[in-house]
């Protein structure tokens, strides 16, 4: 069973930095893939980052560069780097795991970037 809860969250000016983190109740060496994805109010769900077992990592178009995510399986857990925060960040990040076909879901923590 995988069960995953976010923290990290907060509130934090335009061009600073935050470290959100994603915590499984179990181990994650087996977990293939692991993203963080974002919702702000109005809008949809979208993907933010994604890792791979293997450590290959993508990135949506509006954070490369300035976010990074990373896991330590030794932890269990799997970090989003937030660097140079802009306004339009501001949104619930979920934390989200695919395993043995099925989706696992964090109950999402709250981001917001002050201008």
């Known amino acids: 069973q995988v069960q995953l809860v976010e923290s990290g969250g907060g509130l934090v000016q335009a061009g600073g930095s935050l470290r959100l983190s994603c915590a499984d109740s179990?181990?994650?060496?087996?977990?293939?893939?692991m993203g963080w994805y974002r919702q702000a109010p109005g809008k949809q769900r979208e993907r933010v980052a994604y890792i791979t077992s293997r450590g290959s990592t993508d990135y949506a178009d509006s954070v490369k560069g300035r976010f990074t995510i990373s896991r330590d399986n030794a932890k269990n857990t799997v970090y989003l780097q937030m660097n140079s925060l802009k306004p339009e960040d501001t949104a619930v990040y979920y934390c989200y795991a695919w395993y043995s076909s099925t989706d696992y879901w964090g109950r999402g923590t709250q981001v917001t970037i002050s201008s």
């Open positions: 179990g181990s994650i060496f087996s977990i293939n893939y």
